[in-house]
């Protein structure tokens, strides 16, 4: 026992030397590794692998994102006026703005401005959450949390 102790602490001693071995350092003109290229990633690795920047799948994200702009179109204006469809409203919203505000909109910038509204109104996580999830989410913490407590006091 005193022996192998002796031993380690002789091994830390020795002295190192400051440049690499040879098999670890860089070749001239080479990449380090930790940058080399890929050339052929794993299944596992493409399984994994998002695809959010492919011209397919900013088309699908652009398409949800109208869909759930569609869903949040108000029926009618804060002043009760109906809207009929997304034309009705960009022309209500150009006349609301020049009348509260005097801003001359055209009807691109109003788009943006409404998209812009609509997307945000799509998206707001917290308005979409319901007293349903909260009582689920309140529930699953209880009962991962009793249960932990539970086996631990039974096993302990």
Avoid: H
């Avoid at 179109?73 to 009705?88: F, H, K, L, N, Y």
């Avoid at 910038?109 to 917290?126: F, G, H, M, S, V």
């Avoid at 999830?133 to 631990?152: H, P, S």
Wanted: hydrophobic share 45%.
């Amino acid at each position: 026992m005193g022996l192998s102790v002796l031993y380690f602490a002789t091994l830390a001693l020795r002295p190192t030397s400051l440049t690499p071995p040879a098999r670890l350092a860089p070749r001239a003109g080479a990449p380090p590794r930790c940058c080399a290229p890929v050339e052929d990633e794993s299944a596992l690795k493409k399984f994994f692998t998002t695809n959010r920047e492919a011209p397919a799948a900013k088309a699908n994200q652009l398409a949800w994102a109208r869909t759930q702009m569609d869903a949040e179109m108000p029926s009618a204006t804060v002043t009760g006026q109906s809207i009929e469809d997304r034309a009705d409203f960009v022309r209500q919203y150009v006349e609301a703005e020049k009348a509260k505000f005097g801003r001359e909109l055209t009807p691109e910038a109003a788009e943006r401005e409404i998209d812009a509204w609509l997307l945000k109104q799509a998206t707001a996580a917290p308005s979409k959450t319901s007293a349903a999830d909260v009582a689920a989410a309140v529930l699953v913490f209880v009962a991962a949390f009793g249960g932990t407590v539970f086996f631990k006091g039974v096993g302990g």
